[in-house]
């Protein structure tokens, strides 16, 4: 007990309570405050190296505590009341312990050091990427067989879970923007995300070692480096890139509802990136049209749209930010184009209608017919002035069909030379695979050269030395029979 309240003396001076090693077993609620020291201010506690089978309750009264280290006891569990206590707690030390279960309100203090290396867990809370301030995370030594979302740790730096039972990294890993080190050795991993290779260039430290089942990226392209790895990730992510963008093209239409007319059910005011004059020439004609066709053409630029917005906010997708973009705005210009098109025919239309008025107009003027008995009379014809207006509108009309003609031009010309962009790509990427594919095979020419090399070395010194055995063998054979022929001479001589 004097030991007890010198330490609780010394903390009311330093602010750090030191009881590690003490050989506490249990400390009954109310033993600190009963050494009469002001502890009220203390911000450090280190109960390490004990024999406590539980947070000490006296420890929930220090609420202005910024650091718990519970290393090395034999804890079995953590109070639900630990995070309301202790709001300002930063660094939470609770390695080497018996924890099976962590409670999901520990997410809620702004911890920046977490440690549960060391006990039974086989989850972490779910709410852990919800921790934005965490920067070091020690999940090492336990149970755990997969992780939740981790992408909200924007500022998290060093990630360590090995010696796990881990079969995957959550997608989001490559949101992790600050990682300098990631060890998930010695686990059960079977692939690793395409995402992982969003940290190359930051990630200085990765160990992956000891995942017997790993096939992706293989196990001999890990052990060539991180370089290595991350290029083969980013290969394989273009190989799977076409299927992918194949899937969105065949599926887009199926994520609007029709009626059982066939007519698409109107929701919120569609937004697009098409220039405001084609806008309005679509919506001009859309009285006259009916909905059906336009429709139809908004739907794939929101489509379109949409397909942008996801590559601007980096949503779960295994393709990089380039090809995301480079798809999306193919599929935009593509519904513009339609929508040009779209507007196009119908111009061209009217333009004929008006053509075939103006036509039978002529053609009532050279020779009129007399008017059926029972019919109203037929109206004079407009005045001079009337053709002039009909003369306007078709000059009108005709510009508009040139204008929007130009547009479409201009559309096809654009998608064209996107999509030449994009094979352009997509052929510098096959190449680089080749490249990369060709040097893969000579190295490994070359080890299996290396290993025939040694086997044969390996043989020519087996050979030597059986060799030399034999002529030890055949010396010794040589001494015994001089041996006992002198023997025999002796003998003879005695």
Request: net charge negative; hydrophobic share 40%; aromatic share 2%.
């Amino acid at each position: 007990m004097a030991d007890l309240e010198a330490r609780a003396k010394s903390a009311e001076i330093t602010g750090v309570l030191d009881l590690g090693s003490f050989g506490l077993k249990v400390l009954p609620r109310g033993s600190i405050a009963q050494c009469g020291s002001d502890l009220s201010e203390l911000t450090e506690c280190n109960l390490s190296k004990n024999k406590l089978t539980r947070i000490p309750d006296d420890v929930f009264e220090f609420h202005e505590l910024e650091k718990l280290n519970c290393f090395n006891n034999q804890i079995c569990g953590v109070q639900l009341s630990l995070a309301k206590a202790l709001p300002q707690l930063t660094h939470l030390n609770l390695g080497r312990n018996d924890i099976s279960e962590l409670p999901e309100n520990l997410c809620e203090l702004p911890l920046t050091f977490l440690d549960v290396s060391g006990n039974r867990l086989k989850s972490l809370p779910q709410s852990l990427g919800n921790v934005a301030t965490l920067v070091e995370l020690d999940a090492s030594d336990n149970q755990i067989t997969d992780l939740p979302p981790l992408g909200g740790l924007s500022r998290l730096t060093k990630l360590v879970l090995c010696r796990n039972a881990l079969v995957a990294l959550p997608r989001d890993i490559g949101k992790l923007a600050n990682l300098v080190t990631l060890n998930v050795a010695m686990n059960r991993l079977s692939k690793l995300p395409f995402a992982l290779r969003q940290l190359e260039g930051n990630l200085e430290n990765f160990d992956v070692d000891d995942n017997p089942r790993l096939e992706q990226p293989p196990i001999e392209v890990c052990l060539r480096g991180m370089a290595h790895m991350f290029h083969w990730l980013k290969e394989q992510a273009k190989t799977d890139h076409l299927s992918k963008y194949g899937e969105v093209e065949e599926t887009r239409d199926r994520s609007f509802s029709w009626d059982e007319n066939g007519t698409p059910t109107k929701g919120t005011p569609i937004k697009s990136s098409i220039g405001a004059d084609v806008r309005s020439t679509i919506m001009e004609e859309e009285a006259e049209v009916g909905v059906v066709g336009v429709d139809s053409i908004l739907q794939q630029i929101a489509i379109a749209d949409r397909k942008l917005s996801q590559a601007s906010v980096g949503e779960e997708n295994e393709v990089s930010q380039a090809e995301l973009d480079e798809a999306a705005e193919l599929q935009r210009l593509r519904a513009e184009l339609s929508a040009v098109k779209f507007v196009s025919g119908h111009l061209e239309q009217a333009l004929a209608k008006e053509t075939a008025v103006q036509s039978a107009a002529e053609t009532s003027i050279s020779s009129p017919d007399p008017p059926w008995p029972d019919t109203p009379p037929v109206p004079p014809l407009a005045p001079a002035n009337a053709d002039s207006s009909e003369d306007d509108e078709m000059e009108r009309l005709r510009a508009e069909l040139s204008a929007v003609r130009d547009v479409s031009n201009t559309l096809q010309q654009a998608l064209a030379e996107e999509e030449s962009q994009l094979g352009t790509g997509h052929d510098n990427a096959e190449s680089m695979a080749a490249e990369e594919a060709e040097e893969l095979r000579l190295i490994q020419e070359a080890e299996v050269e290396a290993i025939r090399q040694e086997e044969e070395e390996r043989q020519a010194e087996a050979a030597r030395v059986v060799a030399e055995v034999a002529a030890a063998e055949e010396l010794r054979l040589l001494k015994e029979a001089e041996a006992e022929a002198i023997r025999q001479e002796e003998e003879e001589e005695e």
